[in-house]
Structures are given as structure tokens and as C-alpha cells.
């Protein structure tokens, strides 16, 4: 089965920045929706950011809005999340995922940040935690 592998989590301090990274296989993210949850023990998973990769749109949930970004430099079947202005409330398990293909159009992709989504809907990496210090 195809799979996601993340990298670039770690450890910082209240307002550093942080870059994480996701490959994956061309099916998962060429023309997909592909972004990235994250989850604190006990909760929901909560969706962060996403990017539709036919047209390039992206989308954040409102507390990450103005301090994460995924950037247009992403290199071939790699989506990166830079992470800027830290803060504690941030630490968390941070999984990238891929909408199973063909099931998420750019509308469909724009709602991950807004709602609770079906784990089951998506291709999951194995996570990578981020933990940010007062």
C-alpha cells in the first residue's frame, strides 16, 4: 500500500519555526488533496493545512492562519508545512495525509480544515511530533 513518510519534527521554543516534510508516491499527490493534521492525546485529529495540488490552492484552519504555510517550492512528490511564530498550544502528533485519490475535489478539500473528517478517508503517514516550550 502506498504510504506518506514525514520528517521534521522536534523541539522549540515559544515563537521559533519549524519545518516539517512529507514524500510520498506521485499517486497520492499529484492531483490530490494532501496536507496535514494533528492531534493532542485524547482528541480528534484536527486539520491544519492543505493543499489541492491541480490548482495549487491551499488551505489553513483558523488558528494556524498567517503563521504555517505550505510553500509553492515543494519538490517532486515532497509537500512541506513551514511552521513560523511557534506557540505551546501547537505541540502536538502532526500527521501528513492524503485524501484517497479521486474522492476530494478542491470544494471537498477546502472543508478539512473546518470540520471532524473520517480517518478512513485518507492515506496517513506515521506522524511526527512537534513539541513547543514556554
Known amino acids: 500500500q502506498a504510504r506518506l513518510v514525514e520528517s521534521g519534527g522536534g523541539s522549540v521554543q515559544t515563537g521559533g519555526s519549524l519545518r516539517l516534510s512529507c514524500k510520498g508516491p506521485a499517486s497520492l499527490i499529484r492531483n490530490n488533496c494532501i496536507g496535514w493534521f494533528r492531534q493532542l492525546p485524547g482528541k480528534e485529529r484536527e486539520g491544519v493545512a492543505f493543499i489541492y495540488t491541480v490548482n495549487e490552492a491551499t488551505y489553513y484552519g483558523d488558528s494556524v492562519k498567517g503563521r504555517f504555510t505550505i510553500p509553492e517550492d515543494n519538490t517532486a512528490n515532497t509537500i512541506s508545512l513551514q511552521m513560523n511564530s511557534l506557540k505551546p498550544e501547537d505541540s502536538a502528533m502532526f500527521y501528513c495525509?492524503?485524501?484517497?485519490?479521486?474522492?476530494?475535489?478542491?470544494?471537498?478539500?477546502?472543508?478539512?480544515?473546518?470540520?471532524?473528517?473520517?480517518?478512513?478517508?485518507?492515506?496517513w503517514g506515521q506522524g511526527t511530533q512537534v513539541t513547543v516550550s514556554s
Open positions: 495525509a492524503a485524501a484517497q485519490p479521486g474522492t476530494r475535489g478542491d470544494y471537498g478539500c477546502s472543508r478539512i480544515t473546518q470540520s471532524l473528517q473520517k480517518v478512513e478517508q485518507f492515506v
